[in-house]
């Protein structure tokens, strides 16, 4: 079992900066994945960025590339998303998510692949 515990969400004017945290508890060293991921309400749930444990490598969707930036504190266990030029359509609310899955069918950002969930942080970006 992994518990996962996002904060940092808020209220911004467009053109401002949050960092968005994601503590892990648990069993998390069989941990492959971890990614960002984000819903409005009336639309489904999208992928935005994933972190590889094993090699730290990032991938982020067009839409935030350039602006959102994934890190890791490794000791703490501790995931990080560094959004910075918001715009009023980031406004969602943001989940967490890991995944132990060695083999992904479906893509690297689909919610399918992925094993454990926080509750989520939101984000509102005012124009």
């Known amino acids: 079992q992994v518990q996962l515990v996002e904060s940092g969400g808020g209220s911004v004017p467009a053109g401002g900066s949050l960092r968005l945290s994601c503590e892990a508890s648990?069993?998390?060293?069989?941990?492959?994945?971890m990614g960002w991921f984000r819903q409005s309400p009336g639309k489904e749930r999208e992928g935005v960025a994933r972190?590889?444990?094993?090699?730290?490598?990032?991938f982020y969707i067009d839409s935030v590339q350039g602006r959102f930036t994934v890190s890791r504190d490794r000791a703490k266990n501790m995931l990080f998303l560094q959004m910075n030029s918001l715009v009023p359509d980031d406004t969602a609310m943001y989940y967490c998510?890991?995944?132990?899955?060695?083999?992904?069918?479906?893509?690297?950002?689909?919610?399918?692949?992925?094993?454990?969930w926080g509750q989520g942080t939101q984000v509102t970006v005012s124009s």
């Open positions: 998510a890991a995944s132990f899955r060695t083999t992904l069918v479906h893509g690297l950002l689909d919610v399918r692949e992925y094993d454990y």
């Open positions: 648990g069993d998390t060293s069989g941990v492959i994945w």
């Open positions: 972190f590889s444990t094993r090699t730290e490598g990032t």
